[in-house]
Structure formats: C-alpha cells, structure tokens
C-alpha cells in the first residue's frame, strides 16, 4: 500500500467519487426528489423578513417581548437543543391579489412541541396554538405540517410565533396562498409516499433474503433500514394524522425512541461490516464508546422524562459518528493485513464519506452549529435511501462471493474426503497384499524349520528371507517416494556397464541376450536405474516363460520431446500366467488374478514408473500378441 497523504488524498478521492456520482443513475432519483422539495421556493413567499428573540425565562408576554431587540436571520432558524422559549417575528407583505382573501402559514419541521400564532390583524385571538403536545385537528389545514390560515390585508403587518420544543429549535416558515400550499402539499405528499416505498422495499429485499441465509450482517441490515422506515414515517407527520385520538404524549415517545434505536442499529450494521476490514483497536473503542450511550440516551428518554437531553446526546452520537466514517477510511483499517479484500479502498472511502457529509450536513443545523437552509433535512433523508441501496447492492455482492466461496470450500471438503477416502482404500489394500504376499515365505520358514533336510532349509529359508525382504524394501522405496523423501544423485554413467552388473548379479545370467549398438553415458541416478532394471528382470523372470531367453537392448532412439534419448528394451515371452491389463500394468498394488501364486507386492512396475519420472523420463509397456512377448521400454534423457 502506498502511503496516504491525510490532507491530499482524501481530497482527490471526493474528486473522483463526485466524478463518478454525478454520471450514476442514482443521481437523477435525488435530482427528481430534491426539485419536488423546492418547489415553493419559486412561488411567492409573503414574509419578506424574518427576525428572533430568545426568551431564557420563557415567562415574557408578547407585549414585553416587542420591546425588544430582534436578530435577523435567513431562510430557517437553527439554535440547536434549548430550554429557552423562542419567539419569531415574521414581517408579512400585502396582499394584493383580488382573488386571494388569504395566506397560509406553513411552519416545519414536524417534530415542534409548542407553536402559538399572534396576529396583528387579530390582537384578540392569542389561543392559536399547534404543535404535537396537541392533536393534529388542532391545525388550520389537513397536512403533515403544521399550518395556520391568516387572512390577507393591504397593508404590511408583523407575525409572531411563540415556540418551545424539546427537540432542536429548527424551524422553517412560509407564508403562501391557499392554491400554492395545496399545489406543494400534494407535491410533497406524493414525494414522501415515494421515499417510503423506496425505504419500504429496501426493508423487504433483505429481509426475504435474511430468512434465507440467517446471516449476521444481513439482519443487522435489515434492523437499520427497518429503523429507517420507520423514523421517515413518522418524521413525515404521518402518524399524527393517523392516529388522531392517540395521546400525544405516547406519539412523541414512540418518534423520540425510534429515533435513538435508529442510531443504535446503525452503529451496529456499520461495525459488523466494518470488522472484515481489520479495524485497528481505536476504531473499535470509538463503537463501543458510541454503543453505550444509546441505552443511556434511552434510559434518560424514557425513566428520566430528559427527553431534550436525550435527543441533543443522540444528534451528537450522529455527529461523532459521520466524522468516524470519514476518518475510519484513511485512518481506521489496517489495510496491508487484506491481501485480498472484498472492496477496494476507494469503494469504502466513497460510501462513508458519502454517508458521513450527508449526515453532518443534517445534524450541525440540528445543534445549532451551522446555520440551516430550507433543505438541510434533504441530505438526512437521502441518506436513508443511499445507505439502503449502496448496502444492498454491496450485501448481495457479499452474499454471492460468500456463496462462491462456499462452493469452493464443498468442493474442496468433498475433494479432501475422495482423497483420504482413496487413501484409507490404499491402507487397506497395502494391509492385505502384506498379509497375503507374507504368509507364503512365512509358510516356507516353518516348513523348512520342521524339515529335516538340511538343504532344503538353507535353500527355501534364503529364497523366504529374500522373498520378505523384497516386499519390504520395495514398501519402504515406495515410502520414500510418496513422500518426496528420495532425491537423485545425478551422476555420468556407462549404460552398458550398468546394465552388464545387473546381469552378473543373476546366477542364470546365461538366459539374457543384450545389445548394445553402442556405449551411451547418461546423466543418471545409478541406485535408482538399477532399482528399475531390477523390478522389470524380476518381473520377466518370475511371470515369463522359462523356457525362453530375456532379450535387453540399449540405443540411443527418437522422440517427441527428448533430444537423443537413451532406450532400453526388456522383452520376454508370456509364460503361463498370460499377461496383465495394460491400462492397470502400473497401477500401485495390482496384480493379475494367476500372479498371487508368486511371491510380490504389486509395487515393482508401481516403483519403475514413479523411479522413470524422477529421473526424467518414462517407461511404456508393449504387449505383441502375435510374437506372444511382452517389452518393457524404458527412455530416459542422456543429459539431465
């Protein structure tokens, strides 16, 4: 990994995904949803000027507080969480339309406990009130907002709203006239039933596939977007027109918990994804830091009735928590320790950093740190659909390459359990050739033991000890191979001669016939060579007819893929236990039904083939039905 510049890179990088984001598809949906939220900014809004006070006591009358001195502000209001009362002073414009008689008051978010409307025209009307410590039949027009009816006048005249709340002093005002807030109302009834159908099939896609799998992440997944259904719905308003003869007392506890659970759940799914990233152990402190204070936000909710601490505690857990996914990127993920990690570091970096500006961008407004606009909550409420389809899309890629792997892993399990299957079948059929091809020279050593004979004890206990110690040696050699344990000592050699010391060795050597057209030094492995040469003249001698002469050839020969090959031929006449299956002549442990009469391991061939390939080359087995003679040729490369 090369080494990350903390100020450079992470700016290059928002370059690139903003790049990237900006030609996505994705990106015509916001579009889409962000224009039918700004709608009434292009209709006429009658408050020309907007002003606040801030009452501490919360005990001024309306009169005290026009004495005093108001601050401007724009667009919204955002003082954070307060226990003060907040009185707004809206400069209201003519109106001067004939076919209008009156405005609307539209007042969001929809989350405000306490709103009181005084109006200038109507100084003797003070018990306007709204909010949701009272049902939503207290508003002036069926909506999701909160809203009064003003009338309209020819002269310029002043608003003034009284509010507490113990959420975020957020507030946003318009004043419109009755077509265009029916015109918006639709609009933003229509958009917001949009949202959540999208929130609700994000919910339902994992949660289908969650019952299927059972997998951690993907419940943890569908916890959070459950959570963001469900909070989108209610900060809509929704329930409050719903459920209009409910408490609303037990309204704003269900919205406030929702809210904090929602937080919970978050930190949640995003530390379970998180952890296959190696998250070095200040990251992971910084999760569980941010865990705890959930149930104490909600213990504080709930037992305590500090419902504006709560929520203010919960904003700042956002908070810290945007600025986490930023950081966690650069700094948090022990990178090098992923040799092969599921997501790139730029695909991580874009996700969170995506997540983490969206959600400050909604939640500084919300503690008064940042002075809010008319659509601060536009990026809170993306980020619901973002987080939801970014983590669908990379949650099914999860679950395919877990699959896959899955795969893999069957087929490697089931490849593992043919192999040790196939060796415990080998274990057994090694267990019953040394049993079986022992108990002859065994059978010899008794007999010859009981015997009288002297001769014939010293001549059939040297051919049983011989017999055994072949089977032994041949089991160990083979051993020795199976394991890699046998490594050729590469010598020059004279074929001829090493073939004519083989001979020698036999008391009939008079039965061979050798040829040599010429002497041939190879590059070769004496002890293996002659352990070839000796299993092929054993085998001829054992199964061939005795009658007839053992034929040994060497030349140097063609072929494919060696230059000047050296080649020995072994051939004899079948005798009478006929021949082999030339498929399994090679076969480790075979032996043709008529051969068990004889003494062997069905290893001698097994081991010339395996000796043939160590050094290089090869052996091939040629049956002559006419001629009624079986060869041996054995190639082997003359330099190494």
Same mark, same amino acid.
């Given at each position: 990994?090369?080494?990350?510049?903390?100020?450079?890179?992470?700016?290059?990088?928002?370059?690139?995904?903003?790049?990237?984001?900006?030609?996505?598809?994705?990106?015509?949906?916001?579009?889409?949803?962000?224009?039918?939220?700004?709608?009434?900014?292009?209709?006429?809004?009658?408050?020309?000027?907007?002003?606040?006070?801030?009452?501490?006591?919360?005990?001024?009358?309306?009169?005290?507080?026009?004495?005093?001195?108001?601050?401007?502000?724009?667009?919204?209001?955002?003082?954070?969480?307060?226990?003060?009362?907040?009185?707004?002073?809206?400069?209201?414009?003519? *109106?001067?339309?004939?076919?209008?008689?009156?405005?609307?008051?539209?007042?969001?978010?929809?989350?405000?406990?306490?709103?009181?409307?005084?109006?200038?025209?109507?100084?003797?009307?003070?018990?306007?009130?709204?909010?949701?410590?009272?049902?939503?039949?207290?508003?002036?027009?069926?909506?999701?907002?909160?809203?009064?009816?003003?009338?309209?006048?020819?002269?310029?005249?002043?608003?003034?709203?009284?509010?507490?709340?113990?959420?975020?002093?957020?507030?946003?005002?318009?004043?419109?006239?009755?077509?265009?807030?029916?015109?918006?109302?639709?609009?933003?009834?229509?958009?917001?039933?949009?949202?959540?159908?999208?929130?609700?099939?994000?919910?339902?896609?994992?949660?289908?596939?969650?019952?299927?799998?059972?997998?951690?992440?993907?419940?943890?997944?569908?916890?959070?977007?459950?959570?963001?259904?469900?909070?989108?719905?209610?900060?809509?308003?929704?329930?409050?027109?719903?459920?209009?003869?409910?408490?609303?007392?037990?309204?704003?506890?269900?919205?406030?918990?929702?809210?904090?659970?929602?937080?919970?759940?978050?930190?949640?799914?995003?530390?379970?994804?998180?952890?296959?990233?190696?998250?070095?152990?200040?990251?992971?402190?910084?999760?569980?830091?941010?865990?705890?204070?959930?149930?104490?936000?909600?213990?504080?909710?709930?037992?305590?009735?500090?419902?504006?601490?709560?929520?203010?505690?919960?904003?700042?857990?956002?908070? *810290?928590?945007?600025?986490?996914?930023?950081?966690?990127?650069?700094?948090?993920?022990?990178?090098?320790?992923?040799?092969?990690?599921?997501?790139?570091?730029?695909?991580?970096?874009?996700?969170?950093?995506?997540?983490?500006?969206?959600?400050?961008?909604?939640?500084?407004?919300?503690?008064?740190?940042?002075?809010?606009?008319?659509?601060?909550?536009?990026?809170?409420?993306?980020?619901?659909?973002?987080?939801?389809?970014?983590?669908?899309?990379?949650?099914?890629?999860?679950?395919?390459?877990?699959?896959?792997?899955?795969?893999?892993?069957?087929?490697?399990?089931?490849?593992?359990?043919?192999?040790?299957?196939?060796?415990?079948?080998?274990?057994?059929?090694?267990?019953?050739?040394?049993?079986?091809?022992?108990?002859?020279?065994?059978?010899?050593?008794?007999?010859?033991?009981?015997?009288? !004979?002297?001769?014939?004890?010293?001549?059939?206990?040297?051919?049983?000890?011989?017999?055994?110690?072949?089977?032994?040696?041949?089991?160990?050699?083979?051993?020795?191979?199976?394991?890699?344990?046998?490594?050729?000592?590469?010598?020059?050699?004279?074929?001829?001669?090493?073939?004519?010391?083989?001979?020698?060795?036999?008391?009939?050597?008079?039965?061979?016939?050798?040829?040599?057209?010429?002497?041939?030094?190879?590059?070769?492995?004496?002890?293996?060579?002659?352990?070839?040469?000796?299993?092929?003249?054993? !085998?001829?001698?054992?199964?061939?007819?005795?009658?007839?002469?053992?034929?040994?050839?060497?030349?140097?020969?063609?072929?494919?893929?060696?230059?000047?090959?050296?080649?020995?031929?072994?051939?004899?006449?079948?005798?009478?236990?006929?021949?082999?299956?030339?498929?399994?002549?090679?076969?480790?442990?075979?032996?043709?039904?008529?051969?068990?009469?004889?003494?062997?391991?069905?290893?001698?061939?097994?081991?010339?083939?395996?000796?043939?390939?160590?050094?290089?080359?090869?052996?091939?087995?040629?049956?002559?039905?006419?001629?009624?003679?079986?060869?041996?040729?054995?190639?082997?490369?003359?330099?190494?």
């Amino acid at each position: 990994m090369s080494s990350w510049n903390p100020i450079k890179q992470p700016v290059l990088f928002l370059l690139d995904i903003a790049k990237n984001i900006m030609s996505s598809p994705y990106l015509k949906l916001i579009a889409l949803f962000i224009m039918l939220q700004c709608k009434p900014v292009f209709a006429q809004d009658f408050i020309s000027e907007r002003s606040y006070y801030e009452d501490a006591t919360g005990a001024m009358t309306l009169e005290q507080v026009k004495t005093q001195k108001f601050k401007p502000y724009q667009n919204a209001l955002s003082e954070g969480y307060s226990q003060s009362t907040y009185w707004l002073r809206l400069k209201v414009e003519p *109106l001067v339309q004939s076919n209008f008689r009156s405005l609307l008051l539209r007042i969001q978010p929809g989350y405000l406990d306490f709103i009181q409307m005084y109006d200038d025209l109507e100084p003797k009307n003070p018990d306007r009130v709204q909010g949701t410590l009272y049902s939503a039949t207290f508003n002036d027009y069926n909506s999701t907002n909160f809203n009064f009816v003003i009338p309209g006048s020819d002269k310029q005249r002043y608003i003034w709203l009284k509010i507490k709340s113990k959420g975020s002093i957020f507030v946003r005002t318009q004043a419109l006239t009755i077509n265009t807030f029916i015109d918006y109302d639709l609009i933003q009834k229509l958009s917001e039933s949009f949202y959540i159908g999208i929130l609700f099939f994000l919910f339902l896609v994992p949660f289908t596939i969650w019952i299927k799998d059972k997998e951690r992440l993907n419940f943890a997944f569908v916890l959070k977007q459950f959570a963001a259904l469900l909070l989108v719905s209610l900060d809509t308003g929704v329930h409050r027109l719903l459920f209009t003869e409910t408490s609303p007392v037990i309204l704003n506890s269900i919205f406030n918990t929702t809210a904090l659970s929602y937080t919970g759940v978050a930190i949640f799914f995003h530390y379970i994804f998180l952890r296959d990233y190696h998250m070095k152990s200040w990251v992971k402190i910084s999760f569980a830091v941010l865990a705890v204070t959930i149930p104490f936000g909600l213990f504080k909710l709930l037992i305590s009735d500090q419902i504006s601490f709560a929520l203010e505690l919960n904003n700042i857990v956002l908070t *810290l928590l945007a600025i986490l996914f930023i950081a966690i990127p650069f700094y948090g993920l022990s990178w090098e320790k992923n040799v092969q990690p599921m997501f790139s570091q730029k695909f991580i970096i874009a996700i969170h950093w995506g997540i983490g500006l969206s959600m400050l961008l909604t939640t500084l407004p919300l503690l008064g740190i940042f002075k809010g606009s008319s659509y601060s909550m536009v990026p809170g409420l993306l980020n619901g659909s973002f987080t939801g389809i970014i983590f669908l899309f990379v949650l099914q890629y999860r679950n395919r390459m877990f699959r896959d792997q899955k795969a893999i892993e069957i087929q490697q399990a089931t490849a593992m359990a043919n192999y040790e299957k196939g060796r415990r079948q080998e274990k057994e059929r090694f267990i019953s050739m040394l049993t079986h091809e022992l108990k002859t020279p065994l059978a010899v050593l008794k007999l010859a033991y009981e015997g009288t !004979n002297l001769t014939f004890k010293d001549k059939h206990i040297e051919g049983a000890l011989r017999d055994i110690n072949d089977v032994i040696d041949r089991c160990a050699l083979e051993d020795k191979l199976e394991n890699q344990g046998f490594k050729p000592l590469i010598e020059p050699h004279s074929l001829k001669r090493v073939i004519y010391q083989k001979i020698s060795e036999y008391d009939i050597s008079d039965r061979f016939k050798f040829t040599a057209e010429q002497d041939i030094t190879i590059d070769t492995d004496k002890v293996l060579l002659r352990i070839i040469l000796t299993n092929i003249i054993d !085998n001829a001698m054992k199964y061939g007819d005795p009658t007839k002469p053992i034929i040994i050839n060497n030349r140097i020969d063609n072929h494919p893929t060696m230059q000047y090959p050296a080649v020995i031929t072994i051939s004899n006449t079948v005798g009478d236990i006929g021949v082999p299956e030339e498929d399994k002549v090679f076969t480790k442990y075979y032996r043709s039904e008529k051969a068990h009469k004889y003494t062997g391991s069905g290893l001698g061939l097994y081991l010339v083939s395996s000796i043939a390939k160590l050094l290089k080359g090869e052996v091939m087995y040629l049956h002559n039905p006419q001629l009624h003679t079986v060869t041996f040729k054995l190639i082997l490369p003359i330099k190494q």
